[in-house]
């Protein structure tokens, strides 16, 4: 088991695909693509009409998770055993080879989007996916084309298969199955845009797998080894249209379930750090609010359709390759070695400003092989300018307490323990890796990286103290209060750090925000 994964309590139900449906054209009974059918977007029809050329419309709205008709979360076994690692080349993706991360991702909720030319062995992978995670679903437009067990492929109907793919991807979404596997070719970005804002909206972690065998991008070869007849030409044409997936950020994901809990503990905190006095006049200086109630609801939480509700820490901004060193980090044999691999990253504390609430990480050493941020950046005067740090208030703004999270959806993987960090309490961390942290909530018209700036602040607070050798001066420098469970100082200015008396372990998924 990982160090930070728990059993299991019940298992999902598998979702069944959906019904074809078109235009004009009568319902079909569901139909199931064996797991040895073709892809849809491998096909080179005659005349020639390659998938996926064209956008794809978007299938009609469909009840959200938060409606009453939404299924509820699947339920977890109490024990299951682990699948194998699958054998054979190219399989050497930590989803498929890592027993941690098999473990959590059995438990979590990840939709897996290959990507890759007809014939480099997108199929295998969905395959060996679905045989590792029995209670995952691939969702795959050549589905659509099949017929009594036959594939029947009609160029005229791609709009339609993809419509049905994506139809089915939502009813998975919406079901809570754990893994949901793309089996398309997803050449371009916008081939998969839909399923990457389904990962947003459904709370799950996007993963993009691309084949590694040899041949991907060998067209010759591609034309020999694919099995829906595509030609050469046809390939070439393809290969020259082959967007690289180009991130904007590295992130460590939390699952659905941990985030929740996180949420829930934060706000236990404030609502203990409200019972000191000190810190109740100076929130309500900061703030201009009076009551308990509405202080508990001052920092907010971006959960409008374009915004990742689940919690995570940032590793690196790379921008698609324009931030500085991006393209650098990007070609890293360890980052690449590292996306869809599980990480446990430590909660040491909180810091509370009048600008931002955040949880303070701790990374371990193999973490810190993916931390791409600048601990000892400057926060210039145009970072909280309203075009690049500060945003404006808008509907999906919510409190810390209001967060449609749901409840149950993964396995808890949070783990509470004796702190590792001894004498080093009350300055835990400096240098490389310092500046790691969740955002938990913002105040109005603050941007979520201030977080970042003002986790930086403290550390360069906490430092201070520790070098100062004359005990009173240091001692002048914060004020403590204690509270239950742990302990509150004030570095003045406004700036306010929890230290509990125990730490946190919680497992997140390494990878990419597009």
């Known amino acids: 088991m990982g160090q930070c994964c728990a059993k299991c309590k019940e298992t999902p139900e598998v979702v069944s695909v959906g019904q074809r449906q078109e235009a004009g054209r009568p319902s079909l009974t569901p139909l199931v693509a064996s ?3 073709p892809d849809a977007q491998d096909v080179a029809p005659t005349p020639p009409v390659l998938p996926q050329d064209e956008p794809q419309p978007e299938p009609p709205p469909e009840p959200s998770d938060r409606s009453a008709s939404a299924s509820p979360p699947p339920a977890m076994k109490d024990e299951e ?31 897996v989007i290959l990507k890759g030319l007809p014939g480099s062995g997108k199929s295998f992978i969905s395959r060996q996916l679905k045989k590792m995670y029995k209670d995952g679903m691939i969702c795959s437009a050549d589905q659509y084309f099949m017929e009594d067990g036959e594939y029947k492929f009609n160029a005229d109907k791609l709009k339609f298969a993809h419509e049905f793919c994506q139809k089915n991807a939502k009813k998975a979404a919406v079901s809570g199955v754990p893994v949901i596997i793309i089996d398309n070719t997803n050449i371009q ?19 993009i797998l691309e084949p590694q065998t040899p041949w991907a991008k060998n067209t010759k070869l591609l034309a020999k080894k694919n099995s829906h007849g595509v030609p050469k030409e046809a390939l070439d044409q393809r290969l020259k249209k082959y967007e690289p997936a180009l991130p904007l950020y590295y992130w460590w994901f939390l699952n659905e379930e941990d985030s929740s809990q996180i949420l829930t503990m934060a706000q236990d905190w404030l ?48 921008r698609k390759g324009k931030a500085k060193n991006a393209k650098e980090y990007m070609a890293k ?27 303070r990480l701790r990374l371990g050493e193999e973490a810190l092989e993916l ?49 590792q960090l001894d004498k080093s309490r009350f300055h835990p961390m400096s240098g490389r890796g310092s500046r790691a942290h969740l955002t938990l909530g913002c105040a109005p018209m603050v941007h979520a990286k201030i977080t970042g700036f003002d986790l930086m602040k403290v550390v360069v607070l906490e430092q201070g103290v520790m070098k100062n050798e004359n005990p009173e001066e240091s ?3 914060f004020e403590s209060f ?14 306010w750090v929890i230290y509990p008396e125990k730490e946190i372990c919680v497992s997140s998924l390494f990878s990419a925000f597009y």
């Open 35 to 37: 797991e040895e059918s």
């Open 81 to 111: 055993a682990l699948p194998s690692p699958p054998k054979g080349n190219y399989l050497d993706f930590p989803i498929m080879q890592d027993m941690k991360t098999i473990e959590y991702v059995q438990k979590s909720k990840v939709i």
């Open 189 to 207: 970005a916008w081939n998969y845009k839909y399923y990457l804002k389904l990962s947003k909206e459904h709370h799950y972690t996007p993963l």
């Open 271 to 318: 609502k203990k750090s409200l019972q000191v006095q000190e810190f109740f006049e100076d929130f309500c200086e900061f703030s201009k609010l009076s009551s308990v109630e509405d202080m508990l609801m001052y920092y907010k939480r971006n959960e409008g359709p374009g915004d990742y509700k689940v919690l995570h820490a940032t590793a690196c901004v790379t």
């Open 333 to 359: 044999k360890v980052v690449k070695d590292s996306l869809g691999k599980i990480f446990p990253l430590h909660v040491i504390g909180f810091v509370l400003t009048p600008r931002t609430y955040g949880v």
């Open 371 to 419: 931390w791409g941020m600048d601990d000892h950046e400057v926060e210039s005067e145009d970072t909280t300018s309203a075009s690049s740090g500060q945003q404006p208030v808008r509907d999906g703004q919510v409190s810390l307490d209001d967060t449609n999270l749901r409840k149950g959806s993964c396995h808890s993987t949070l783990r509470t323990g004796k702190s």
């Open 475 to 477: 001692s002048e420098m």
């Open 482 to 495: 204690s509270i239950p469970e742990g302990e509150l100082r004030t570095y003045g200015d406004s700036i």
